[in-house]
């Protein structure tokens, strides 16, 4: 019996043991993956901070665009020119002479158009007075040919 008492506590001891190493290795293991949770959250983290970056990058960039895009449209509508309805009129062999052509106007302004039709400059200056801008029509020779300028003050 006493044998058998010793069997037991050997067999209890031993029992003991590996139950306090299967404790040992649980811990070890509950830990590893406390740290591998870690990594993953900071990962996520990064992550999400990473995808905020960008999404805040491209929302700069669609903006940028569109305040260029602003930006050009103005400065087309700035500069585009009026449209014209060009007249024209058959020549004939023989050219109508002034007696006498009008002195030219060259009290400043800027002359904005010169044409052989005085109804295509007329066309241009009511345009410039719709804009109200002040605008003439002149009337000059040029190679004896009658021409009439459009002359705009801003």
Sequence with gaps: MRREVAQSRTASAATAAETAASQVEATRAAEAARAEAARAETARRKAQA???????????????????????????????????????????????????????????????????IQENAVVLRDQYRSRNIRAEVERTTANQRTMYMVRIWP
Aim: overall charge positive.
């Design 50 to 116: 990473e995808a905020a970056r960008r999404v805040a990058q491209a929302e700069a960039a669609r903006v940028e665009a569109a305040r260029a895009e602003a930006a050009r449209r103005k400065a087309q509508a700035e500069s585009r020119l009026p449209k014209l309805e060009l007249v024209s009129v058959p020549r004939t062999s023989a050219m109508p002479r002034a007696s006498s052509p009008a002195p030219a106007r060259s009290s400043g302004g800027k002359i904005v158009g010169q044409y052989a």
